[in-house]
């Protein structure tokens, strides 16, 4: 391997990269999708959907009822999509490449992924973190910067900061996944009702009252749920209805929701994409080098989540330097076959 | 606390017939979902118009135009769900849980027996239905020639709701489902996404995405790309048939609703009776005028 530039070493054909048509190119085009289209798609959906909601007059409450469902629904959206991608790092497809099982669509993968977050230990949630990958042979976690051949090159500084970062990361995804997927519990059925019949009840005809009320008088005492649906599919609980939040509660709550799973998916895909990005492809899809690039570990933390030494040490993740092996440490006959090597050894070039 | 429905009738039993009392308050409540659905997929519009002409980088303004698609097929499956639900008996129960086979089926057999489902879900009276109300001939003529015209207008409108829903409801579901719809600028590149592009093929119209939706058959993962035209054109034609497919909806809650709480198994709606003769008209106004002074009697 030759340095094009300070950030490009050129490739000469003969490392082992996984397949460049049916893994590299596909899962590139994949992520930077869903970084450049779906994701501003799902924000723009969220917020269009609350400003809608703060337009409808109070007054109009079946018209609200619905605004307040689409905040719900849009919000959830993104949950379901981490669920995907979530799943497809997590559990992929034997032999395939993640993305396959992320756009393969099974009814319980929503539920499935929400449901068991609360259960996964730190090796998993390190997997959904970016820290690890799935083994391909047997599943289990292997560290991302395995994947990168070389002799430890990190100084103990380094190594510690890098701990730190994957220790107060894993921490940090875990409690977000465990808060989605209490809101996912929360607002699932609101979705599954909104966009499968817009199963908003409607008030005009109907009223929430106490249980031991017969007859409904102008006198009755009424009871007034943020929002209430009948549920989709038929089962005992016909209806479903919030008495605890006020309508602009379940608002900023679902929206709340929503973007954290946003900021999430930017996040997730953002650390996949940065391995990707390390190809440099020519116009016709040939590799012709390898970028230098940081993977961005840290983005998952907040200014407090690491001391003012790690941050400096550290600063948006380690930094993968592709670096030609001097010929003169290299026998003749292994020339070849070690023709490119990485060198993750300069975490300090961080942007912080 | 408890739900009660508040809604009065003359005749319990005649609304457990037609469906239940919790259905006709959902039909009742339609008008409201309408303006809902008819609202937001103009409001996707204006974002996905402005960020055309603003330039925008063509990945989020395929974005947009999937957000357009999606939310009026929503309106498709509001108007497959309830298609489905009038064909059957259990029609609230139909409702709440039609799925996407259940409203394909409504949709095929809304465009293979067009007058017929035209009847079912409008409750479109025929010329006997108003001889035994005692409507005279010439006004039986002139309200079946009214009939006729609502006739051709509800077909036309089926048929575009059915195109919109048979064509693009996979895409829709796909962007409720995890996303699987690669923009088409990263599909084809440069570079191009390898085995993916070699799968796929471009619009010859303009922006468009790829949505690589699969299933999984045993050991297998089956992927059949499909290319969603999310160029101007087609993007204002999702917007005008989901805003059409979120009317006609309303249209037949409004029937139906109407037929219950009337108590009357059908009746032709006036709202097209200008475009008829001065003569129709008058010998329309007429008839309604008498019958209902008899059911005031």
Known sequence: ?352 | VKLAITLEHHDHAYVERRGGWELLTHLRGAEARVEFRRQVIRRAWDAFDQAGAADESQARVTGLGLIVLQRALLAAEDLGGVLHALGGPDPWVRVRTASIADMDAAYERAVRDTETVVEESFRLAVANDLHDEGVTPDEVDALMRLRGRLMTRWERMLITATRLWLDHRDVAKASMHGFPIVAGNEVFGPPSAGKLAAAARPSTHGRFAVAVNSRQHGRDIQTTPTTVRLDDDAVAGYRRDGRMAARLYGEICAMQAQSIMSGHKAGIPLGLIKPGSERDIQLIEAAVERTNDDADE
Not at chain 1, 269 to 288: C, I, K, W
């Open chain 1, 1 to 352: 391997m030759t340095p094009m530039s300070d950030e490009l070493l050129a490739w000469e054909g003969n490392d082992d990269l996984p397949s460049v048509d049916t893994v590299l190119l596909p899962s590139r085009a994949m992520l930077r999708s869903w970084r450049e289209q779906t994701l501003p798609a799902r924000r723009f959906a969220i917020d269009d959907a609350l400003e809608h909601f703060r337009s409808v007059p109070d007054n109009q409450i079946g018209l609200r009822d619905m605004a307040l469902l689409a905040v719900i629904s849009e919000s959830m959206q993104v949950l379901e999509d981490l669920a995907y991608l979530g799943t497809a790092w997590d559990k992929p497809f034997t032999g395939l490449p993640n993305y396959v099982r992320s756009i393969t669509f099974g009814k319980f993968v929503a539920n499935s992924f929400w449901q068991g977050v609360h259960k996964w230990d730190d090796l998993r949630v390190g997997v959904f973190a970016g820290f690890y990958g799935r083994d391909p042979a047997d599943q289990g976690p292997a560290d991302i910067l395995d994947g990168f051949r070389e002799t430890d090159p990190f100084t103990l500084e380094h190594r510690g900061a890098l701990e730190a970062a994957r220790q107060a990361a894993i921490a940090r995804v875990r409690g977000i996944l465990i808060d989605l997927g209490r809101d996912w519990q929360q607002f699932s059925p609101y979705f599954l009702a909104f966009k499968h019949g817009a199963l908003a009840i409607n008030r005009d005809d109907t009223a929430f009252v106490d249980d031991e009320v017969e007859e409904v008088t102008d006198e009755t005492l009424r009871h007034h749920p943020s929002v209430a649906i009948w549920t989709r599919g038929v089962r005992r609980d016909e209806l479903k209805a919030d008495f605890a939040m006020t309508p602009n509660d379940v608002a900023d709550a679902a929206s709340g929701s929503g973007r954290l799973a946003a900021s999430c998916l930017d996040a997730f895909v953002t650390s996949r994409l940065a391995l990707v990005e390390a190809v440099e492809f020519s116009s016709d899809g040939a590799v012709v080098g390898l970028r230098n690039v940081q993977i961005p570990w840290t983005h998952w933390l907040r200014a407090g989540d690491l001391t003012e030494e790690h941050w400096a040490t550290i600063g948006r993740g380690p930094r993968i330097r592709w670096v030609p092996r001097p010929e003169e440490l290299v026998e003749p006959d292994e020339q070849d076959a070690k023709n490119g090597e990485t060198s993750p050894n300069d975490a300090s070039e961080g942007a912080g």
